[in-house]
């Protein structure tokens, strides 16, 4: 399969803390992208990686790539209620995103 | 900021009856995409289009689907003969050009009865 993977599936944690989640994948990529999808929403653009890129950071997050390892990690920290979502990774190639299955993360309070 | 719209929200369709679904993407984009999520599972890629033409479908995109850019604005998928298993969300959306992220809408809910 060409799809990312995430892992954990599901994760909770208390407000004010830090949340990672990881991608794997099987094949080539020109770049990741990292998505959030609140319940019954659209899916909204987080952050891209370039295949040459090793570090991004966007605000509370931090996204790795590690070609090697064919493998990302998305790290929201001081997380908060509003960041209570489902997370996807997706491996882009010229024509399309192949996405994996998500991590659904809950921020308790 | 722009934003990708998606009309209907909701649609109710009696199955074996068509179906259209619109997309306004991003007005400077040149790639546009069909993707749908059945309820609890994976988003699925349907349809990449470009130049005026499909670029890549998926297997899931058969005889029955097809896609149209009838003029500047718009991005239409439409479902000739509806089933039940074509219930899900369908998300439009688009990008600027190579190596740049995709701009989703909020997705047309379509219920096959």
């Known amino acids: 399969s060409q799809q990312g993977e995430e892992d954990p599936q599901a994760l909770s944690i208390q407000e004010g803390e830090n949340a990672t989640m990881n991608c794997s994948y099987k094949?080539?990529?020109?770049?990741l992208q990292w998505y959030r999808q609140n319940s019954g929403r659209g899916l909204v653009h987080l952050i891209l990686i370039r295949s040459n890129e090793r570090e991004k950071h966007s605000g509370r997050l931090r996204v790795t790539l590690d070609t090697s390892k064919k493998s990302s990690s998305l790290l929201i920290t001081a997380s908060r209620a509003a960041d209570t979502a489902s997370y996807f990774c997706a491996r882009a190639n010229d024509y399309k995103l192949s996405f994996g299955a998500g991590t659904t993360v809950t921020v308790r309070a | 900021e722009p934003e990708v719209t998606q009309t209907p929200s909701h649609q109710v369709t009696q199955m074996g009856q068509e179906v259209i679904l619109r997309c306004v993407p991003i007005?400077?984009?040149?790639?546009f995409y069909w993707y749908r999520q059945i309820l609890g599972q994976k988003v699925e890629f349907l349809v990449s289009f470009y130049n005026n033409e499909i670029s890549e479908k998926s297997e899931i995109f058969d005889d029955q689907f097809s896609v149209e850019r009838p003029d500047g604005s718009n991005f239409t998928l439409k479902i000739r003969s509806t089933k039940l298993e074509d219930s899900a969300m369908y998300f439009c959306a688009s990008r600027w050009g190579s190596d740049q992220p995709q701009h989703f809408g909020d997705g047309t809910r379509l219920s096959i009865l």
């Open positions: 007005s400077n984009h040149l790639y």
């Open positions: 094949t080539s990529i020109n770049n």
